[in-house]
């Protein structure tokens, strides 16, 4: 299968499969679709805001959210089989045509804000060996990450879609010192140090319970992001119901490597030593445990997996607006494509838009937590949505057979809203703010989509939105100028 296969858009290295995959094959596809970079900064940025119970709390309901959401988009997949565009398609189907554009808007901007982490992220791991490289973000390292995003601009033109030594190296680099990880740090766990501050409330600064939880929520959803994708392999499955039991497979299975990354570290380190090193942190865990080689291998690892992630993710973060062009959801230029068949344009004004943050976090200082916290809150008005369609068949019956039973369904969907919703809040208005400013200007290239096929462009209720959402953002930037706000 390669990139342009791909309807449903996941942060994964795509991948040469056999024509039937059995249910092994199909659980590995799903964790490698969702393990990305964020496993590895996993220590620092849960310990940040949280002691260990915050964060075994803050596991327990991500556990919950995001099995919703698998259920949701297991569901809508079977029900809605021809809404086969990603999740913005879900929510233009079952709320309207503006409600589906910045679905698809805000699943762009998380897409290529992600890849902006991404260019941070492998330059602050090449700082263990060259330190001019910093966080990630210094002069040094913003140059290093804007060659290593125009060349892989230039491959993507070529037509580099996919490369089967690349990802096993790339699903290599990344599984297996996660496992060799958790195997080292379980041995070295100290019940006493994980202990010494359970409830994280003898740091002030954390604040209380309910705050330490709230810290959690946009981590934890950026390391599930892509678990939207799994459905994509249906087709390729020896038996159809082994895919609902690869992603529940799939899922726990990441949800424990997870788990125990961010509090077996707790036992190693406490919760303010973690809380100061830098990302990728279970490198400098690891070395506590073992000397300097275990630092070196997390960064090699990183910068290998990331890298590789990096040239697939470029390819699928231009491919949302490009199929969202193709149904009249974006504009008709982001559809066009080169003589090779890649989405050119798309591909060229998504990475004028990396390079553009990139530059931005040079004279804003800003690390790879504040931007992935960006493209977590970012990607929450598809994931709402897509829960909140999966609750309105359910209700009206639509899609189901007469007598057919629909608690179980209706149950998921508004979980999964409201878990998306619990979200929204534990994001908090810095990051909201942000989001804001960069939903606004999508109102333009709507209404430009609208008039090229001739439609009208927005309905009474739509129009109070999109004021509403041109307010938001205005605000935002107000704040942001005065210093009120800082989300970078």
Same mark, same amino acid.
């Given at each position: 299968m390669? @990139?342009?296969?791909?309807?449903? =858009?996941?942060?994964?290295?795509?991948?040469?499969?056999?024509?039937?995959?059995?249910?092994?094959?199909l659980t590995a596809l799903v964790i490698g679709s969702m393990v990305g970079s964020g496993v590895f900064s996993l220590p620092q940025n849960m310990a940040a805001g949280a002691g260990p119970l915050a /964060?075994?709390?803050? !596991?327990?309901?991500?556990?919950?959210?995001?099995?919703?959401?698998?259920?949701?988009?297991q569901s809508l997949a079977t029900r809605k089989p021809e809404l086969d565009a990603g999740p913005y398609a879900y929510a233009k189907a079952g709320f309207g045509p503006f409600i589906g554009f910045n679905s698809a808007w805000g699943y762009w901007i998380s897409a290529w804000v992600g890849n902006v982490s991404y260019a941070v992220i492998v330059f602050s791991a090449l700082s263990y060996f060259f330190p001019a490289f910093g966080d990630g973000n210094t002069w040094q390292a913003v140059l290093g990450a804007s060659i290593l995003l125009w060349l892989i601009h230039v491959l993507v033109l070529a037509g580099i879609r996919q490369a089967a030594v690349i990802n096993l190296i790339v699903t290599v680099a990344k599984i297996a010192p996660i496992v060799l990880f958790v195997g080292v740090v379980t041995v070295a766990f100290k019940l006493q140090v994980w202990s010494?501050?359970? @409830?994280?409330?003898?740091?002030?600064?954390?604040?209380? /319970?309910t705050a330490q939880v709230k810290s959690t929520m946009l981590v934890t959803l950026w390391v599930f992001i892509g678990i939207e994708g799994a459905s994509v392999y249906s087709g390729r499955a020896e038996r159809r119901k082994d895919i609902a039991t690869a992603t529940v497979?799939?899922?726990?299975?990441?949800?424990?490597?997870?788990?125990?990354?961010?509090?077996?570290?707790?036992? /190693?380190?406490?919760?303010?030593?973690?809380?100061?090193?830098?990302? =990728?942190?279970?490198?400098?865990?690891?070395?506590?445990?073992?000397? =300097? !080689?275990?630092? /070196?291998m997390i960064n090699i690892a990183l910068v290998v997996s990331v890298v590789g992630a990096f040239l697939s993710w470029t390819l699928l973060a231009a491919e949302i607006p490009h199929v969202a062009a193709k149904d009249g959801t974006m504009p008709k230029f982001f559809g066009r494509e080169s003589a090779r068949g890649v989405p050119s344009i798309s591909l060229l004004i998504t990475n004028l838009l990396v390079q553009?943050?990139?530059?931005?976090?040079?004279?804003?200082?800003s690390t790879y937590q504040a931007l992935f916290y960006i493209a977590s809150a970012a990607i929450l008005v598809p994931y709402i949505f897509s829960g909140a369609y999966a609750a309105k068949?359910?209700? @009206?019956?639509?899609?189901?057979?007469?007598?057919?039973?629909?608690?179980g369904p209706l149950f998921a969907g508004l979980l999964a809203t409201a878990y998306g919703l619990w979200l929204v809040y534990a994001a908090g208005p810095a990051y909201l703010f942000m989001c804001a400013i960069l939903y606004a200007p999508g109102i333009l290239f709507y209404? !430009?989509?609208?008039?090229?096929?001739?439609?009208?462009?927005?309905? =009474?209720?739509?129009?109070?939105?999109?004021v509403a959402l041109v307010a938001a953002g205005v605000a935002a930037a107000y704040l942001i100028w005065n210093g009120s706000i800082s989300p970078l």
């Open positions: 390669t @990139t342009a296969d791909i309807n449903i =858009p996941v942060r994964k290295v795509a991948t040469a499969l056999p024509s039937k995959l059995r249910l092994g094959s /964060i075994l709390i803050g !596991w327990a309901i991500t556990a919950a959210g995001m099995l919703a959401l698998v259920f949701v988009y010494l501050d359970f @409830t994280g409330l003898g740091n002030s600064s954390l604040g209380s /319970i497979l799939g899922f726990f299975t990441c949800l424990a490597l997870y788990a125990l990354v961010s509090l077996l570290s707790l036992g /190693i380190l406490s919760q303010p030593e973690l809380a100061a090193l830098k990302n =990728p942190s279970m490198a400098g865990v690891l070395e506590a445990v073992v000397g =300097p !080689w275990g630092a /070196i553009a943050f990139l530059m931005i976090t040079l004279f804003a200082q068949l359910a209700l @009206t019956g639509e899609s189901y057979a007469v007598g057919e039973q629909r608690t209404v !430009w989509a609208r008039r090229e096929t001739n439609q009208r462009v927005f309905h =009474p209720v739509e129009a109070g939105l999109a």
